[in-house]
């Protein structure tokens, strides 16, 4: 309760308050993550479901009764016949978690990565770094590829489709680490040097408490700004990966996968089959990358 | 009239055909499909994009016309030799030059059939019978095959005829091996006889193709296209671009749902035809345990109960209507109807029936249903995946859970022919248009030359006896009874789920008349412009 | 600093050994070869003769050292899918992906920056939000999709820029460049937006706050006090100060829009490495993807390499830092 009173009254909610762009931001972000949650409940069909489908359904346009069944579809229906308001919510759901998890992943990776690298330095700092290197090297989507190919490699067959949302979030998230490292490490060569960390040294105390007590909570400001941004870029992400044809499986899309689906009835007239899963993911990442401005710029106390 | 009066004949018509075509006009083609063809090599790949971009530079003996009906070319005429049923005769065309200026005769068709006979050539296998290949005289060549084969010339529609001397020049007397560490002058290069001339090629952008002022056919053929440019374009969506804005003139390819769209644009057309390829289902029904299901140690794609549920769960109909918009025919045997063995019995195809469909999976015992993977590629047949998806559907109404891989074509077809996958779509072209090839390779047990494909692991020493004896067996009425009987037992033991034949679009300009032709190779000297 | 110099180009060395070989193992997993190489009508033999003759029968560590041997002495061996020497395939390639990497950072530059000025010395005005608003949409959507709409738009409704390709290229020696013709610079200019508007958003953001932190340090304040123009501070001191992160991360965009090249070449069926490295997946060309990401690793470990050549250069408490590394 206290916490809840005491941010009520913090700066940073103060600010919040005062840029409408943030509030908008947030509402729309907290209306996608709580509609993605209760999808089950709010979707009329479970497209996750193909022995409930009738194919007849399918290019039912908005609104407008289906010509063979007579059913009706508020967003219409794709070319399975699943309704495309449902398949929304239920790829949100993917979206969201695939996004949520590669950043979380890449986060504490990097985090920890680059606190080890800046606070002990040395060998450790050259190893972690040149790895780091390595990863840069690889450009993100390539190392996405890498990652899903290997994965099919060593899973049998049957499986593929129960691993590859985790293989889509570990290819992301490897990708990503990266930034965090090189955040953490920086702000790491900073902190150590200065007067408390080195009196914290000299009464003794362990290195990793130091590193978690005194010098991560200095971290992560910039860490969060990155981890926001780094939802939108994976969301994004996941998207491009299956325009390369490594995304979520087809029976389970994710909104990339309907988004590459849908992009082939651009020219033929099935609007919404492209439009509502673009606008949904638009909005997501538009409302998310707003966020991430907003807090970037409230935490900056030089631009106060 | 002497050979020499006859050559003079054709010169002087070839000067008056080639005066008046003086005033034709220019007519420049832009083509564009998904992919290029690989190699300019006649026999390095045996792939349709690269036998299409062929035809136009190089000509076999015997071409597809546009109804991929045999016509003659190098050839005008063949036979089997009287008193040897194991030789055909090929009379040659005279007075042909290949586009460098050499004279075409019975030596390069003789170095070329050899050439293709090499190991690193991939037409290899479609000569497989022929012993030997012999000039009588200039313009006479011998065929000999292992036993009598009745229908050779059907595979050599795609057989391109090289200059002997030209190859000799430039080091390319065999087809580049994939360990020779460089590239071979044939690879980018090409001297052919055919209609069209290469001008320029860069892999993947751009050809061009300029139209020969000597071309034999002159007279016979429309040859109103001028000058050929050629771009593949891979991405669905900017081909169909591409034809709208008016950047190209014909493209392959057209996804079904942009059909009436292009056909409703102005200055814009569709043509189709019925595609030889047919696309079906294959199932594990050999071996005793499938890898890839949750019914532990036996396999349900054994009884043939299971096997006759799932052909009659599927709802043809509705992937035509939905998934393929009409753009398919669907079929209940797996060829389409321009092979010989093809009858409409074998054609007819089930309505789809779930109620008796599971009827038939409770009498076998899985009522409960069961789980299997299934296979499928994803960038090789029209909208592959979303069949496959389809068919998923299909399959949980009968109680199988089908869980979908969707993958390239890459990694799909290792599956099959690895003997990896329970459960997979396929396609499958016939271009000797007889059904001994289907058998050859989907039904015979899997051996060293027989079976490759047969991922259903059907086997049955009676049905491979069969089809062994129809390669030498000279009595058609005979032979086709054995066809007609080996396509009774694949039927009754429903070893693979057919689905449809596919069709093909070709998005044009409007004032374009070209036929669509079944093998999807556009043979543009017969294209003509209204 | 020799030393220091020395063992970062070792480091270098073993970075790009290290790819190479992950790079490697990943080869066995896109897809097999043999069944592109060979058509429908092969035999179980001829799958095992053509295994054979690539060599794809070794250990993935043997056809490793085999392509690092030939590597060494300048060949890259021969593309599966075309029959030619890979090296000039990529040569060959190479032109049109730099100049649509070239202009679309270009573009990305100078909108940048320019939109970045402007967003900073207008912070709270309409269109400065506007911008800033906007310009996340073109980072909220997939690279794919932005191109298939700016197809539809400009080539397909409007017909006033190619969909696809390079238009008239004109060789100067070796290189084919499209900047000497009006179907050329017109069809760079959709895909150059396409891949210029992610680093677009990024350089604009980040002049944003570069700029606003410079306004409010005291030298600004003091050049204010000296009654300096809004002009003359704005652009001759403040912006100058912000150029160095922009060039830095400018530098370090390269390597990305290299790699979003890929989407985009894709999209425009632009006849680059890109192209050419998505054709080579999906035929699994072994010695064409084996150099690209070779090149691409090479091209990066030098970025890398002189960045930080040059902060031991510029910044002397590095180099204390790194005499004292060893102990």
């Known amino acids: 309760m206290e916490a809840v009173s005491n941010f009520l009254a913090s700066d940073l909610f103060y600010r919040f308050r005062k840029s409408p762009v943030a509030v908008i931001a947030f509402i729309v972000t907290a209306l996608l993550v709580l509609s993605a949650l209760f999808a089950p409940w709010i979707a009329p069909q479970n497209p996750f479901d193909p022995g409930s489908l009738n194919l007849m359904n399918g290019f039912s346009q908005p609104g407008v009764p289906n010509q063979f069944t007579g059913e009706t579809f508020m967003l219409g229906t794709d070319d399975q016949g699943r309704d495309v308001f449902s398949t929304i919510l239920y790829g949100l759901r993917i979206s969201l978690f695939v996004g949520f998890s590669a950043v979380m992943f890449a986060m504490v990776l990097g985090s920890v990565l680059g606190l080890i690298a800046g606070y002990t330095g040395g060998r450790t700092d050259t190893i972690i770094m040149r790895i780091a290197d390595i990863q840069l090297t690889f450009p993100a989507i390539l190392v996405a590829l890498l990652i899903f190919g290997i994965a099919k490699g060593i899973t049998p067959p049957s499986y593929r489709n129960e691993v590859a949302i985790w293989v889509l979030i570990l290819a992301i998230g490897l990708s990503d680490w990266v930034q965090f490292a090189r955040v953490v490490r920086g702000a790491t060569l900073v902190e150590r040097n200065k007067e408390y960390v080195q009196a914290a040294k000299l009464i003794g105390r362990k290195p990793m408490a130091i590193m978690l007590k005194h010098i991560l909570p200095n971290t992560l400001g910039p860490v969060l700004v990155i981890a926001t941004i780094s939802l939108a870029l994976a969301i994004i992400a996941e998207a491009t990966l299956s325009f390369l044809g490594v995304g979520a499986p087809p029976t389970q899309p994710s909104l990339g996968t309907l988004i590459r689906i849908g992009q082939g009835f651009l020219f033929s007239g099935e609007y919404w089959i492209l439009l509502y899963p673009a606008v949904t993911l638009l909005a997501l990442a538009l409302s998310v990358n707003l966020l991430g401005d907003w807090l970037r710029d409230a935490l900056n106390p030089k631009l106060k | ?530 | 600093m020799l030393a220091y110099v020395i063992r970062r180009v070792l480091q270098s060395i073993f970075v790009l050994l290290m790819v190479g070989l992950v790079a490697f193992s990943m080869f066995r997993f896109v897809g097999d070869p043999v069944e592109n190489l060979l058509g429908q009508e092969r035999t179980q033999a001829d799958i095992e003769r053509v295994r054979d003759q690539l060599g794809l029968n070794d250990p993935f560590a043997v056809q490793y050292v085999k392509f690092l041997g030939n590597a060494l002495q300048g060949n890259l061996g021969v593309s599966y899918r075309q029959g030619r020497p890979v090296s000039e395939i990529i040569a060959e390639r190479a032109p049109a992906t730099l100049e649509l990497a070239g202009v679309s950072a270009l573009f990305a530059v100078l909108f940048g920056v320019g939109l970045g000025v402007f967003t900073a010395i207008r912070r709270d005005g309409f269109m400065a939000n506007f911008i800033m608003t906007t310009s996340l949409i073109g980072v909220s959507l997939p690279t794919f999709l932005i191109g298939i709409l700016l197809i539809y738009i400009f080539a397909v409704e409007l017909g006033w820029l190619p969909s696809f390709g390079r238009g008239e290229t004109v060789k100067i020696g070796w290189w084919s460049t499209g900047f000497l013709t009006e179907s050329g610079l017109k069809a760079i200019i959709l895909p150059a937006i396409t891949l210029g508007l992610y680093q677009m958003t990024l350089i604009m953001r980040l002049v944003r706050s570069e700029m606003l932190e410079v306004l409010r340090t005291d030298y600004i304040k003091f050049a204010r006090a000296r009654g300096l123009s809004t002009r003359a501070i704005n652009f001759g001191h403040a912006l100058k100060n912000t150029l160095v992160p922009v060039i830095t991360v400018t530098g370090l965009q390269i390597g990305s829009i290299i790699a979003f090249a890929i989407i985009t070449e894709t999209v425009f069926q632009w006849p680059g490495v890109g192209l050419l490295f998505i054709n080579a997946i999906q035929f699994v060309d072994i010695p064409v993807m084996a150099a690209y990401l070779m090149l691409i690793s090479v091209m990066f470990v030098l970025i890398n390499l002189i960045v930080d050549l040059l902060y031991f250069v510029i910044d002397p408490r590095l180099s204390a830092d790194a005499s004292t590394r060893g102990h």
């Open chain 2, 1 to 530: 009239m002497s050979k020499r009066s006859k050559i003079l004949g054709l010169l002087l018509t070839t000067a008056m055909v080639a005066g008046t075509s003086v005033f034709a006009s220019a007519e420049t083609l832009r083509w564009a499909r998904a992919g290029d063809s690989l190699t300019l090599d006649p026999h390095s790949q045996n792939e349709g994009p690269t036998h299409a971009l062929s035809q136009q530079i190089y000509e076999p003996l015997i071409s597809p016309d546009m109804e991929a009906k045999p016509i003659p070319a190098l050839a005008t005429e063949w036979m089997v030799k009287e008193g040897n049923a194991n030789v055909w005769v090929f009379k040659l065309r005279e007075g042909v030059k290949f586009h460098g200026g050499e004279d075409f005769t019975a030596e390069d068709v003789v170095f070329s059939f050899n050439r293709a006979k090499m190991e690193s050539s991939d037409m290899k296998e479609l000569l497989v019978t022929i012993k030997e290949v012999r000039a009588v005289d200039d313009y006479t060549v011998e065929m000999e095959t292992e036993g009598p084969n009745p229908i050779l010339p059907n595979n050599l529609t795609n057989l391109f005829i090289m200059d002997k001397g030209w190859a000799e020049a430039n080091d390319v007397t065999k087809p580049a091996e994939f360990d020779d560490g460089e590239e071979t002058y044939a690879v980018r290069n090409a001297n052919g006889t055919g209609a069209f001339m290469l001008e320029s090629r860069e892999p993947d952008t751009k050809t061009v193709l300029k139209a020969n002022p000597d071309y034999w056919g002159k007279g016979q053929f429309p040859l109103e296209v001028t000058e050929i440019i050629y771009t593949p374009i891979q991405n669905a969506a900017t081909r169909v671009a591409a034809l709208l804005s008016g950047e190209v003139d014909l493209i392959q390819d057209v996804p079904v749902q942009d059909l009436d769209r292009v056909a409703g644009a102005d200055g814009l057309k569709v043509g189709n035809a019925p595609q030889n390829r047919t696309i079906f289902f294959g199932i594990n029904s050999g071996d005793a345990d499938l890898e890839n299901d949750n019914v532990e140690g036996k396999n349900p794609f054994a009884d043939v109960r299971v096997r006759k549920a799932m052909n009659m769960a599927i709802d043809r109909d509705a992937i035509k209507q939905v998934v393929m918009r009409g753009q398919s025919a669907p079929t209940g045997v797996i060829m389409p109807p321009f092979v010989n063995g093809w009858t409409s019995e074998l054609d007819a195809y089930p309505k789809a029936d779930i109620e008796a469909a599971k009827a038939l999976m409770m009498e076998a015992g899985y009522g409960d249903g069961f789980e299997v993977t299934m296979h499928c590629p994803n960038d090789r047949y029209i909208n592959d995946e979303a069949i496959c998806q389809a068919a998923v559907g299909m399959m949980g109404k009968i109680g199988i859970t089908a869980n979908l891989v969707a993958q390239t074509k890459a990694n799909h077809f290792p599956l099959i022919s690895g003997k990896k996958t329970d459960f997979y779509l396929l396609g499958w072209g016939v271009p000797t248009f007889d059904s001994e090839y289907v058998f050859n390779f989907l039904v015979h047990s899997t051996t060293d030359d027989r079976g490759s494909w047969n991922g259903s692991r059907f086997s049955n020493p009676e049905v491979d006896a069969m089809i062994q004896s129809l390669g030498s067996e000279v009595d058609l009425e005979k032979r086709n009874e054995t066809i007609a009987k080996i396509w009774q037992v694949v039927q009754d033991e429903q070893i693979y789920l057919p689905i449809h034949n596919q069709v093909l679009n070709w998005g044009m300009k409007s004032n374009i008349d070209f036929p669509v032709q079944p093998e999807d190779q556009p043979h543009f000297k017969f294209m003509k412009f209204n």
